[in-house]
Each structure stands twice: as structure tokens, then as C-alpha cells.
Nanobody, 125 residues
Framework: VQLQASGGGLVQAGGSLRLSCAAS????????MGWFRQAPGQEREFVAA????????YYAVSVKGRFTISRDNAKNTVYLQMNALKPEDTAVYSCAAGAALGAAVLVARHQYTYWGQGTQVTVSS
């Protein structure tokens, strides 16, 4: 499985961006999917996760209510809608895929098998 994230960019605080993660090589429709981010000098942190059928989602406290994760299994793509962006959201955002039990969401890095290259999100104040 190859994952490619896109949609990052420079935005002012309060603005919005929509990230996409396109999978290729095989279908990820049965996989749990997630978004992580890494700011300079910091460890990679969990942002959001979604189960295979989108029935379950989970968010980091720092983004809950502002970010929405979704997926389109027909397009083999996962999205992250980011609203009300803050300067502290600045980071490289990466998507990941992992085998999950049923429709469970995966929140730990070690639960993910496949990782994509990130896309830079910069929020100016």
C-alpha cells in the first residue's frame, strides 16, 4: 500500500484546509485510517482516526470540534477537513493505514502498518 497525502499549504489563523490521502497498490477499504502530525523538534502525534466503515471516529483533544476525518472507500481516499486553524496546528501531516478489529479506530502509531509522506501545513498568526 502506498499512501500520498496532499492539500497542505499556508493559511492564516482561523482559515481552513482539506487534506487528502490517496491510497494505491491495494484497497484500504477494510483498514483503519488515521492522520498524524509532527512539528519541528517534536514527536509525531495522533490527530484523528476512522474505522473502515466510517462508523467510528476519534480525535485528539487539541483538534476535536475543529477537524473532521472522513473517507470514501470507492475512491480509496481519506480526508481531513481542518477548520478554525491555529498557529499551533503548524506541522507536517501524514496519513497511515492499519489492520483493525472490526470497525475499531486505531490511535497509536505502532498500530499502523503503512505510512505516507507528509504534507506541510503552516498556519500564520
Amino acid at each position: 500500500v502506498q499512501l500520498q497525502a496532499s492539500g497542505g499549504g499556508l493559511v492564516q489563523a482561523g482559515g481552513s484546509l482539506r487534506l487528502s490521502c490517496a491510497a494505491s497498490g491495494r484497497t484500504v477499504s477494510s483498514y483503519g485510517m488515521g492522520w498524524f502530525r509532527q512539528a519541528p523538534g517534536q514527536e509525531r502525534e495522533f490527530v484523528a482516526a476512522i474505522g473502515w466503515n466510517a462508523a467510528n471516529t476519534y480525535y485528539a483533544v487539541s483538534v476535536k470540534g475543529r477537524f473532521t476525518i472522513s473517507r470514501d472507500n470507492a475512491k480509496n481516499t481519506v480526508y481531513l477537513q481542518m477548520n478554525a486553524l491555529k498557529p499551533e496546528d503548524t506541522a507536517v501531516y501524514s496519513c497511515a493505514a492499519g489492520a483493525a478489529l472490526g470497525a475499531a479506530v486505531l490511535v497509536a502509531r505502532h498500530q499502523y502498518t503503512y505510512w505516507g509522506q507528509g504534507t506541510q501545513v503552516t498556519v500564520s498568526s
